[in-house]
């Protein structure tokens, strides 16, 4: 008997171990699967492309101007990884792929020390399958990789306050602690700053806790911070004066307080995005932020669920209250929240988890409905013809919804049994929509429209982008262009190189008559107007929204 209940547990373990294996090669193997999107895919896939071209990894470049509206940890990261596999999409997006892989992990290992090995399994699980999680790495854009530094600057923090953790150990993780909020900065600013500091200042206020500032070791952590962040920001003042203004006033400061960045979103904005983006997760999601508030244990005694609960609370807040507002922005919270979820109550958790089969099955039967009635949505839209063959995917992730909740509203397994059934069908929905994606390139991506010149058309030759600009072009020609009537976010270069661009239309003119060949990128209604001007142009490209045409 004991022989045959050991060749059913290897039996199962080999399976589990072959079915992550599977999950964990589709992860990296989608990273690849579609083409750069506009704009912040093709903007952080150029600057590092540039940055290794050129050999100045100091100064990032955006279209050869000068771009530093973000730190370069990520652009340094990025090249690196050019350099050693290439320069392709999927080498692009390795390393967002790559700090959401190790942000599950870590997850799962602070579940593991502080609660054991169910609860590090349910929290990889849930954060490994939250539907905006499993996007976000498969997008090229800065949060992800913020997530995993501050996902590793919290949970070092937790692991160096607990009491369990010896003196000389708490010294350590407090180092880690301080060197992941460099990360964090080096990613993306003071955020990396200010986030911890309203955490630490109302879980102390909230906890009664306030000897845990005596633990912080800020005088060798704080030094380790500067090391690792000031040297770039000194060379760069020193390079740059312009950088102090723009990179922490304006960009700061300035982003966060107004509406220069036109991402003006409404206060609850943030709710939806949580209640989709934590899907299939929803329900206990919701319980967990309800009801973390409370704490367990006494109060001046380090509370590990209390400081996440708080840690969530203020991202979500501390976004929310922002006039400048993106759906990623929140995603350092997804942690927290997966921890949360993983140690909340057995019974009620299972309870949960039911209740979310249910909701899956619903789902299913939306998104069927959905595909049905998709030419009807999309009539008179000129991308329909894109969107229409999103159908198969929308009729795939129905019937993973549909099999995936009923699944799980017949199992009888406790949590964890539950828990994998609705990660395996969250994590499915999910990639569905990655690999459907791909259809809908033409409509966000520059990739189709670069494919159709030939090599030898544009190297070598001028090349302008007049009244546009796709930013993913530049990384597809593998070359910059100079721009014509169009600033953006490179208004900031092209004060400081104007020499680089071109004020006006007339002044392009001249420049393209007076060119024995060249290229230009052009809307259609610019086209127009150039065409009555008399300017000479052959059409050698084009895609929905725009045209690549030479000189002669």
Known sequence: MNLAIAEQNRTRAVLVAGL???????????????????????????????????????????????????PPLQYWATAATYAVFGVSEWSARFYMGLCAFLTILMTAALAHRLWGSAAAWRAGIMLGSSFLLVLMAHELTLDTSLTFYTTLTIAAFCLAQDERTSPTARRHWMWLTWAGAAGAFLT????????????????????????????????????????LTLPWMVLMQRALPQFFDFFVV?????????????????????????????????????????????????????????????WAAVVFL?????????????????????VLMATAEEKRLSRDLRFTGGMLVTLGVLLCVAA?????????????????????????????????????LRSRSGSLGLTAIVGLTGYLWAAGFLWGARVVQPVYSGAGLAAQLPAELYQGVPMFSVRTYDQTLPFYLRRTMTM????????????LEPQKGLKDLAAFEAEWQNAPQALAVVEPRTYKVLTEHGVPMVVRARDLKRLIVSRR
Do not use: C
């Not at 206020?205 to 060798?220: D, F, P």
């Not at 501390?318 to 997966?338: E, G, R, T």
């Not at 894109?386 to 929308?394: A, H, Q, S």
């Open 372 to 408: 049905l009635l998709l030419q009807r949505l999309l009539a008179g839209s000129p991308r329909a013809v894109y969107f229409l063959e999103l159908r198969p995917t929308l009729y795939v992730t129905a019937l993973v919804a549909v099999l995936g909740g009923s699944l799980a």
């Open 20 to 70: 992550l294996a599977l999950l964990v090669v589709s992860w990296f193997y989608l990273l690849g699967h579609r083409g750069l999107f506009n704009p912040d895919e093709g903007r952080y896939a150029e600057i590092p492309r540039e940055m290794l071209e050129s050999g100045n990894w100091l100064v990032p470049r955006l279209n050869g101007l000068v771009y530093i509206e973000k």
């Open 484 to 495: 014509v009537e169009e600033e953006g976010e490179l208004m900031f270069g092209l004060q």
């Open 318 to 338: 501390f976004f929310s209250a922002s006039d400048s507002k993106l759906v990623p922005y929140i995603l350092p919270m997804f942690p927290a929240v997966a």
């Open 250 to 310: 304006r960009e700061h400061f300035e982003r966060y307080l107004t509406m220069i960045s036109n991402r003006y979103e409404p206060w609850w904005f943030f709710i939806p995005v949580f209640l989709v983006g934590v899907m299939p997760w929803a329900v206990p999601a919701t319980r967990a932020l309800i009801g973390g508030w409370r704490a367990t244990g006494a109060p001046g005694a380090f509370n590990v669920r209390r400081l996440l609960w708080i």
């Open 188 to 227: 993306k600013g003071l955020v990396a700053l200010v986030l911890p500091a309203f955490t630490l200042l109302a879980y102390s206020l909230l906890q009664r806790h306030w000897s845990i500032w005596k633990r912080l070791h800020i005088a060798s952590g704080l030094p380790l911070f500067l090391l």
